[in-house]
């Protein structure tokens, strides 16, 4: 089995390599296209994407943080960073009250405005869209030479690889399981291949009935979903007990056998420093056995 105790202990052994301060190229842009600042590190940061928030800390640099938004809760130690309301969209003014001199947004248009406010007040802004697997990649690299350790952001993202490989390897061979995530129930929400989670499924051994659709997460119909007919669905604790008491889905031959699984949102809800575990932990409801 793969655990948060191994990730840590290969990040442990890695904490005493030689740094490499050296800034980002002037010429590196952001997910927004905006230039990204070189200088010395920063020392306030403010992360208002709970992606980023959890690979700053992975990075060593959760000390520094002075702003998050409601969702950052992970780690721990997140929670007693300033809580900055929400991520898209932010309160400019809650943002500069603590003096960053670093801010991580996620690139969605609702903050492009956002972002030039924060730049326009002088503040470093760079704009991050973490939707897939090599965008984790990308992003620990980066952030791992904005703050000053270039080493440590190689060392988080090739543990991640590592585990995500070994769970490729080990359900490569099997039958892939065709699955349908719910990820929400009215409108019907689910995942396809813009999102991250569609990777995940593949890793562990699975197929996404919805991967041919370009979106993150389209709205489906039940209907349509009876139509695809997946072997097995995913969801979240509440919107597996949804699924199995709602009559609409009772026709499903999943929900007749007993194959709605429940996955851990706080695992997989975010593409970050433990996306190995997540493709671990899906490997396992689909292949239950396969990582022992």
């Known amino acids: 089995m793969f655990s948060r105790r191994a990730a840590v202990a290969i990040l442990i052994a890695f904490a005493a390599c030689t740094r490499s301060d050296a800034p980002p190229s002037s010429r ?51 929670k007693a960073v300033t809580d900055l309301g929400t991520g898209l969209r932010p309160n400019i003014e809650a943002v500069l009250g603590v003096k960053p001199d670093l801010v991580v947004l996620y690139a969605s248009q609702d903050n492009r405005n956002a972002a030039r406010q924060l730049r326009a007040a002088g503040v470093n802004t760079i704009s991050l869209k973490i939707d897939h697997i090599a965008d984790f990649h990308r992003a620990a690299r980066l952030l791992g030479r904005i703050v000053g350790d270039s080493a440590r952001g190689a060392v988080v993202s090739d543990s991640v690889a590592r585990t995500i490989e070994l769970v490729r390897a080990a359900t490569e061979k099997l039958p892939k ?52 007919n997946p072997e097995y669905i995913i969801s979240g604790p509440e919107g597996a007990i949804k699924i199995r008491s709602d009559p609409r889905w009772s026709a499903a031959p999943a929900v007749k056998a007993g194959r709605v699984l429940v996955a851990d949102t706080t695992l997989v809800g975010r593409p970050s420093v433990r996306l190995g575990e997540a493709a671990a932990s899906l490997a396992e409801l689909l292949h239950p056995g396969v990582l022992r």
């Open 28 to 78: 590196e842009s952001d997910d927004f296209g905006d230039a990204i600042a070189s200088g010395t590190a920063p020392v306030r940061i403010v992360s208002l994407n709970p992606a980023t928030t959890d690979l700053l800390f992975a990075l060593g640099v959760g000390q520094r943080m002075v702003g998050r938004t409601h969702w950052d809760l992970y780690p721990d130690s997140a």
């Open 177 to 228: 399981r065709r699955v349908f995530w719910h990820i929400w129930d009215a409108p019907l929400i689910t995942i396809a291949a813009g999102s991250y989670m569609t990777e995940l499924i593949t890793i562990a051994g699975g197929e996404n009935i919805y991967s041919e659709m370009p979106e993150p997460s389209p709205t489906v119909s039940i209907e349509d979903v009876l139509k695809r």
